[in-house]
């Protein structure tokens, strides 16, 4: 039973009942708080997770702006020089196709006595093939080296091509025309043609 009190008005009223009255909002307070607390939690979550999520698209784009890393045209660069430089020098494939032709030239000319003959067909075309296959390395260190100097304008825009990269290219494609212009004089017999026999 709860107790009975008189108020200053003289009306009886329940001590009991006035406490728990009391006491409500203070309940409602504290599971407000409590249904208020879940979500606050949630939300914390939810902030660290899209964090999380952004630090992983910063490392993903990093990854990805990284693109190709310039290996291959820093190769193709190098190879264009080399065989520049081969088409120059002479290769191991021209000097076998020169001493092929001056076998083959000796072989038809043994039994000819015209010395014009002998020296076209054994020297001559052997000088010519030396020309050829110069003419060919040369070309090829040309494409190269043109193909390696226009990559950037298919590739990653934004990405400019390593310096060292273009230099060797350069030197390739230097190396190539220079190659070729000798290749075409030797094979025309303009730059050390065959010595006359007149």
Known sequence: MGTKTVDETGVKTDVDKTDEA????????????????????????????????????????AAGNEGPTGVGQGAGAVVSAGLGIVSLTGSWVG??????????????????????MLIERGYGN??????????????????????????????APGRPQAPWIKSVAWAGVALGVIGLLLAVLKYTDILLGLPSTG
Do not use: N
């Open 95 to 116: 000097t076998v196709a020169s001493a092929r032709e001056s076998l083959i030239g000796q072989l038809e000319t043994s039994s000819s006595s015209d010395v014009g």
């Open 22 to 61: 009391a006491k409500a909002p203070e309940k409602a307070g504290t599971e407000t708080a409590d249904a208020e607390t879940p979500a606050g939690d949630e939300a914390g979550t939810d902030d660290a997770a899209a964090e999380d999520a952004v630090a992983a698209d910063d490392v993903t784009g």
């Open 126 to 155: 052997a000088w010519h093939a030396t020309a050829l296959w110069g003419g060919l390395f040369a070309l090829v260190a040309l494409i190269v080296g043109v193909v390696v100097l226009a990559r950037p304008a298919f590739g």
